[in-house]
Nanobody
Framework: EVQLAESGGGLVRPGGSLTLSCTAS??????????MMWVRQAPGKELEWVAR????????WYADFVKGRFTIDRDNAAKTLYLQLNSLKTEDTAMYYC???????????????RGQGTQVTVSS
């Protein structure tokens, strides 16, 4: 089973930035075949999709609430997925998970597996 390990979360002030990383235990060949995504879950709220990237990184999709602020990227040789978070808001506070979707129907994706998450807290 492929393991995903996120890192890079922390406490940041509103308007600040963070870079999240997610490294897969899969081989480079396997990771390259995966569409990948970031999802997040705030306390008391449901899991919500944040961003998705296709296998070679040429196509990216974003939830409306992060467009222009977050950037998803990947390095297949390093088997690593990234999420650059800029202009952070207090409402971005959540546990962020990288995940492999089983399938997607528009913006709705069923998760096949995900990591343990990294906490992002935005507070003054």
């Amino acid at each position: 089973e492929v393991q995903l390990a996120e890192s890079g979360g922390g406490l940041v002030r509103p308007g600040g930035s963070l870079t999240l990383s997610c490294t897969a235990s899969a081989s480079e060949e396997t990771f390259t075949k995966y569409i990948m995504m970031w999802v997040r879950q705030a306390p008391g709220k449901e899991l919500e999709w944040v961003a998705r990237i296709n296998t070679d990184g040429a196509v990216r999709w974003y939830a409306d609430f992060v467009k222009g602020r977050f950037t998803i990227d990947r390095d297949n040789a390093a088997k690593t997925l990234y999420l650059q978070l800029n202009s952070l808001k207090t409402e971005d506070t959540a546990m962020y998970y990288c995940a492999k979707p089983r399938y997607c129907n528009g913006d709705n994706c069923a998760i096949e597996f995900r990591g343990q998450g990294t906490q992002v807290t935005v507070s003054s």
